[in-house]
């Protein structure tokens, strides 16, 4: 399977963006596909998960309430983002797996399991200015 991520950019603090993560090579409808981010000198932290079935959703408690993520099941998962903040810089890749739940991958957990996530985007490029 190859995830494709989209949508990055340069934005003011406060503005908006929306990612786009389109798959090809299986049936991405199948699996719980997840967010997540790297900053510069910063460790790759998770930031939203969406289930197979669309019903489950997470978010980090940094994103909680200005993102959303949501997939239309046609081979694309969304991630909303509102009011940015500058530290919301970062690249910004998709990721999924061979699992249905996210809980499946630890989120509502105290750890995510990245390395669960067997497929990976090539990251989007998310810059917010101040």
């Known amino acids: 399977v190859q995830l494709q991520a989209s949508g990055g950019g340069l934005v003011q603090a406060g503005g908006s963006l929306r990612l786009s993560c389109a798959a090809s090579?299986?049936?991405?409808?199948?699996?719980?596909v997840g967010w997540f981010r790297q900053a510069p000198g910063k460790e790759r932290e998770g930031v939203s998960c969406i289930s197979a079935h669309g019903g489950s959703l997470y978010y980090s408690d940094s994103v909680q309430g200005r993102f959303t993520i949501s997939r239309d099941n046609a081979k694309k998962v969304y991630l909303q983002m509102t009011s940015l903040k500058p530290e919301d810089t970062a690249v910004y890749y998709c990721?999924?797996?061979?699992?249905?739940?996210?809980?499946?991958?630890?989120?509502?957990?105290?750890?995510?399991?990245?390395?669960?996530?067997?497929?990976w985007g090539q990251g989007t490029l998310v810059t917010v200015s101040s």
């Open positions: 090579g299986r049936a991405f409808s199948r699996f719980a």
């Open positions: 990721a999924t797996g061979t699992g249905f739940y996210c809980s499946g991958y630890g989120w509502g957990g105290s750890s995510i399991y990245m390395e669960l996530y067997k497929y």
